[in-house]
């Protein structure tokens, strides 16, 4: 995991350099995340990198990468974008830290003719609608949160009993949310409770809180939990692998006499390790790898101006969607061999 990217820069040019007989050599692509300590952002910044050098060894170019973290400061990332704009990178990438906030970036963007890849946190449909050179690369929230509540059904249709810890035929839950105002947060937490209940199983919440995608939070959420409920929840629901181990981490701490099961999305590398070991019940793959395949290989496309492979899909000229995947105890080893 990178704790402090910050400035990754594997081959460098100078903007003289940047043709050789009137034929493009390289790009320079600036990169600012919303939070460099965020485990799924870590972990596809990781992947950023990784595709760059292959797509550098693949078509004999150079890229430059230079990655910064906005410590979920709006304001600090627009300054980082204008920095970018101003040392003429070919192409932005960015995980905007306030979605509905994009206009600054986009402006100063449009005016100096630079494209911007925005990527997971997305941008209203407007935004990305202003200029045929904005992009969005991510996963569709609406399928994360089904495929987390289908596991859980799938769950409660094959042994009920070992869920419904009282006996009472509905299920006790809490939810652990992302963020207020993220699309990942409210999405998923409406559609897997809506594929539980679709599947006739009855539910009953007793508590929901947002704990921003962090372990800690998750922790300190569920240990209260506990102590008002020490032995009625039956089910965690986390928006994210982070917060849901955070919650185990509670019950690890709490001992109740039945503890819950708990379920997180993400399948980031400690997530899949706690399917492994049956912390979790499962958890849901968001596609970090091939998230920042689609980015790399659009910057390449649009710099280049050459064709994106065939088996990455531009939606409407604007969108890459990569699929989701489950994980549960059936196939952690076949996913955990594909990592
Ligand atoms: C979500 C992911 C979370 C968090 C968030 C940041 O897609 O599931 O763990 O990384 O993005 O925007």
């Known amino acids: 995991m990178i704790c402090i990217v910050i400035v990754y820069i594997f081959s460098g040019f100078s903007k003289e350099q940047k043709r050789e007989n009137g034929e493009r050599k390289g790009m320079r692509v600036g990169v600012s995340i919303y939070n460099q300590y965020d485990t799924f952002i870590s972990s596809l910044t990781e ?11 693949e078509k004999g170019i150079t890229i430059t990468l230079d990655i910064v973290s906005a410590g979920s400061s709006q304001m600090t990332q627009n ?3 204008e920095e970018f704009i101003n040392k003429d990178y070919d192409i932005l990438c960015i995980n905007l830290v ?12 449009m005016n100096a003719d630079i494209p911007v890849i925005f990527f997971n946190r997305e941008l209203v449909e407007q935004d990305l609608e202003r200029w045929n050179k ?24 094959e042994d009920f009993a070992s869920i419904d810890k009282n006996g009472d035929g509905v299920l006790q839950y809490v ?20 594929t539980i209940m679709e599947a006739g199983i009855q539910v009953e919440k007793l508590g929901d809180e947002i704990a921003n995608w962090i372990r800690a939070q998750g922790e300190t959420r569920m240990s209260q939990w506990l102590k008002q409920y020490p032995d009625e929840i039956e089910l965690v629901i986390a928006n994210n692998d982070d917060m849901a181990l955070g919650a185990i981490d509670a019950i690890k701490k709490e001992k109740p006499a039945r503890p819950p099961k708990v379920i997180g999305i993400d399948g980031t590398d400690v997530g899949l390790e706690a399917v492994k070991n049956k912390d979790m019940i499962g958890t849901v793959l968001n596609d970090s790898k091939g998230q920042a395949e689609g980015i790399i290989e659009l910057a390449y496309s649009v710099i280049f101006h050459k064709k994106l492979p065939e088996h990455i899909e531009l939606i409407d000229g604007k969108y890459i969607r ?18």
């Open 47 to 57: 992947s950023l990198i990784e595709e760059a050098k292959r797509l550098e060894q």
């Open 79 to 81: 300054y980082q974008v």
């Open 98 to 109: 306030d979605r509905t906030d994009a206009t600054t970036a986009i402006d100063m963007a």
């Open 134 to 157: 904005l992009f969005y690369v991510g996963a569709v929230a609406l399928e994360s949160g089904i495929m987390q509540g289908q596991i859980v059904a799938q769950m409660c249709q």
């Open 175 to 194: 939810m652990l949310e992302g963020e207020a105002g993220h699309q990942d947060s409210s999405i998923r937490t409406e559609y897997v409770i809506k």
């Open 322 to 339: 990569k699929p989701h995947v489950i994980v549960t105890e059936d196939n952690i080893d076949e996913i955990l061999t594909l990592k």
